[in-house]
């Protein structure tokens, strides 16, 4: 499990640039897991569940986690998987908070 979940996500408030280059390579080496990195823009992440029921508890854990921190993702729910895509939309692109966000929602299944 990455060291990210354990850091305090803080939500970017706009006025900066987008990760790019060898800090966008670095979150996300840091990351690891299945996170994949989108055109530079965005992580996507598809977890697999046994049954829909499954599915819909962890969209629910990401809710609240969400709600939380105050940073939400978009969430695409149905039979067997949960999707999850995550970027900051103030700055159209990626920030650590979005990595340390992909971490804690890891971390939920742990």
């Given at each position: 499990?990455?060291d990210?979940a354990s850091r305090e996500?803080i939500?970017?408030?706009?006025?900066?640039e987008?990760?790019?280059?060898?800090?966008?390579?670095?979150?996300?080496?840091?990351?690891g897991?299945?996170w994949?990195l989108?055109?530079?823009?965005?992580?996507?992440?598809?977890?697999?569940?046994?049954?829909?029921?499954?599915?819909?508890?962890f969209?629910?854990k990401v809710?609240?986690l969400?709600?939380e921190i105050?940073?939400h993702?978009e969430?695409s729910?149905t039979?067997?998987?949960?999707?999850?895509k995550?970027?900051t939309?103030?700055?159209d692109?990626?920030?650590d908070?979005?990595?340390?966000?992909?971490a804690?929602?890891?971390?939920?299944?742990?």
């Amino acid at each position: 499990m990455s060291d990210l979940a354990s850091r305090e996500c803080i939500p970017c408030r706009g006025g900066v640039e987008p990760l790019a280059g060898d800090d966008l390579a670095h979150w996300h080496e840091e990351l690891g897991g299945e996170w994949q990195l989108v055109d530079g823009h965005h992580l996507e992440k598809t977890y697999r569940f046994e049954n829909f029921v499954q599915a819909l508890d962890f969209t629910n854990k990401v809710g609240a986690l969400a709600e939380e921190i105050n940073h939400h993702p978009e969430i695409s729910l149905t039979w067997g998987w949960v999707r999850i895509k995550i970027y900051t939309h103030k700055i159209d692109g990626l920030a650590d908070a979005d990595f340390i966000w992909a971490a804690k929602a890891d971390r939920l299944l742990a």
